[in-house]
Each structure stands twice: as C-alpha cells, then as structure tokens.
C-alpha cells in the first residue's frame, strides 16, 4: 500500500513539474520576439485543442505577417479558434472580417455563413431580447443574396424560418402579456399587428379569436359613454372571425360575447 502511494506521489510531482516547465516555455515564447517559433507553436496549440494559448499567440502574429502570404492561414486559425472556443460572438467578428480581407479565399464563403451561424447561435430564448436573432436573420439572408447556388443556402433558409419563429412566439407572447395583466386596448391591437405580419402564423385562429375577447373585455371595463364604440369593436372582430373559422373550437366562446355586446348595446341606446 505503501509502495503504491509512493509511485503516485511521484507520478503526480513529475506530473506538476512537467506542466510547470510547460508554463514557463509558453510565458517565456509570450515575452520573444520569434514570431516564426510563436506562429508554429500556435498552431500546436489549435490542433491539440488548447484555443486561449493559440489565440493569444496569434494576437502577437497577426500585425506581424499582415500582407503576407500567410496572412490568410493565420487569420483562419484564429478565427476558427475562438468559433471552437465557443465565443460565437467574437467568431461571427473574425470570420466576417476575414470574408472581407480574403474574398478570393477557399473559405470565404463557409466563413461568411459561419459568421451568420454564429449569430444564431447567440440567439437567446423568444421571452429576451431578439437583437441577436434580427442580426442572425439579416446576416443569413445576406449569405443567400451573396451565395445563391452555394450548398449552404438550404440550412441558411431552414436558420431563417427558425429564427422568424422565434420573432412571431415573441411577438405572441407580449400579446397575451397584455391580455393578462388587463390592458385590453394594447392587446386587441398587438394581436391585429400580429396577424397583418406574420399572416401564415399557426396561431393566427385564437389570435382572431383573442381580438373579439380584448375588444370585448375592454368595452365591458370601460366607462358607459365609451362601451357603445368599444362593443361595436368586438362585433367587427366576432363577424371576421366567423367568417374565416366558422367552424373554431372558441366559436361558442365567440357568440357568448357576441350576444353580450348586443344585448349591452341595445341596453346603452335605450
């Protein structure tokens, strides 16, 4: 048992002083000025998938062999390293910049998409901000419009239609948000701009629907001089709705307060 833990103790020391004296080597290549040496140790360090020390040592080379022939390659390295990394952010920033400095380049237009691939990545949860996904769609589209013929341009479309989903559950759900804390007014009109921009949307029944019952719920909270307009409101909606789902499951739901704006209606005339 003993033994044992002799040989691990060992192992672990040689261990620590190999790391160590590999630390000391790459702090020591930081401080040169070999930039050949930093160039090539960089791109041992991509390949064993050590990024942050392959990005810092290409930080160093990149001003140094700007408009040269390797230029490229060390631009592709380093923007390859920080998409690995995971920081689409940056990435989608090199990747673009490199289509611009390199349009003639093999990679140009994988990096072009890359960059837009990146933005989608980034691309949060429809409840957040959408910057990110109207970025990531512009970025897309531009891709196609550039690369018509390009393999790519089928996932391009796929990431948009992707992405226009998030934008419409987004825009839907801010709908219903006023709907559910009562600012009927804000409602009926979020679910009518809804629908004028995204006409083929899934929701659109209940969201033809939930304009009757904003209209509605906003005539029967309203003081009685405003109600006669506000009901007239519901009843336009309800007469649009029944028009094009004549056949909905909210239908009865519809009718209720149909017959209700009617019947309050007549009551304010009279």
Partial sequence: MSLKKNIGSIASFILLLVLFSSCSQYQRL???DDFELKYATAIEYYYEGN???SIALFSDVIPVYRGTAEAEQINFYFAMAHFKMGDYTLASHYFKSFATAF??????EEFLYLSAYCQYLESPRYSLDQTNTLQAIRELQQFINRYPYSDRVEDANEL???LRFKLEKKRYSTAMMYLDISDYQAA???FETFIRD????QFREE?????IKAYFEFAVNSIPQRQQERFQKALEAYHNFSRRYPDSEFMREATRMQ???KQSMAALQN
Avoid: M, V
């Fill in 160 to 162: 948009i239609d992707e």
């Fill in 259 to 261: 017959n209700h704006a």
């Fill in 103 to 108: 349009p003639r380049s093999e990679h140009a």
């Fill in 51 to 53: 990024y942050g020390r």
């Fill in 30 to 32: 930081l401080k040169s």
């Fill in 198 to 201: 995204y006409p083929d949307t």
């Fill in 188 to 190: 009926a009109t979020t």
């Fill in 207 to 211: 969201a033809t629907f939930l304009i």
